[in-house]
């Protein structure tokens, strides 16, 4: 049995529960991080010594970080290749992703709208943010060159990229219009999987005066 740990809510869960679920793999996952708590116990903090989720727990074993779990993953039981270079070739954009997109979204734009109230925003960090993402985005856009980013078959880049697409989506930010990418979007949106586990409403989360 494998399980994950951490609260669906986060943008670090959501991806690694996307692709368990895409896989057909059976999983338990249990709520822990944010207001469930749990990741302070020594039992967690033997698995993860920083106390943050996700972590995938299986054959006995624990991985931390979002993006090695999603590498374990997809080299374990999904499409991956085998040759160094080719693999590379994809992963280069998932490590890309977590420096010029999630960065950008999630700890500054998503931060500033939801979590920080409207008078105490950083807003020269806000721009700096949305100029990255509208270059990122740009560059992402011309990786689909079919169903998904850089194949024909769901990988490493679209878990990576393709979660954050929502709240790229949902925030009230200024977005470049790139209608292949949006197109890419609505077909992830059909995907039962990805309406589960990544479009979570994240309006309760709001402070007061955000």
């Known amino acids: 049995m494998i399980t994950l740990y951490g609260r669906i809510t986060s943008a670090n869960v959501q991806p690694v ?39 995938l727990e299986t ?41 010029h997109i999630y960065i950008p979204l999630i700890p500054t ?12 925003r950083d807003h020269t960090a806000m721009g700096k943010a949305t100029a990255g993402l509208k270059q990122a985005m740009g560059i992402i856009q011309n990786l689909i060159k079919g169903p998904y980013l850089g194949g024909e078959k769901l990988n490493l880049v679209d878990y990576q990229i393709g979660s954050l697409l929502y709240r790229y989506y949902e925030l009230e930010i200024d977005r470049a219009d790139l209608p292949h990418l949006r197109s890419y979007y609505d077909a992830l949106c059909a995907r039962p999987a990805y309406r589960k586990n990544v479009m979570i409403d994240f309006s309760g989360m709001k402070v007061p005066g955000a």
């Not at 057909?24 to 943050?52: C, I, K, S």
């Not at 624990?62 to 992963?91: C, F, K, N, W």
């Not at 734009?109 to 105490?120: G, V």
């Open 17 to 55: 529960a996307w692709c368990l679920e895409e896989l057909g793999l059976q999983y338990e996952r249990l709520d822990v991080g944010g207001h469930f708590g749990g990741n302070d116990t020594p039992e967690y903090l033997a698995m993860n010594p920083l106390g943050l989720v996700p972590v």
């Open 59 to 99: 054959g006995g074993q624990s991985l931390s970080e979002a993006a090695t779990i999603l590498r374990y993953l997809v080299r374990q039981y999904g499409v991956h290749p085998s040759d160094p270079m080719a693999a590379a070739q994809i992963e280069r954009w998932a490590d890309m992703s977590r420096q």
């Open 109 to 120: 734009l998503f931060w500033q709208l939801i979590r920080t109230p409207a008078d105490e």
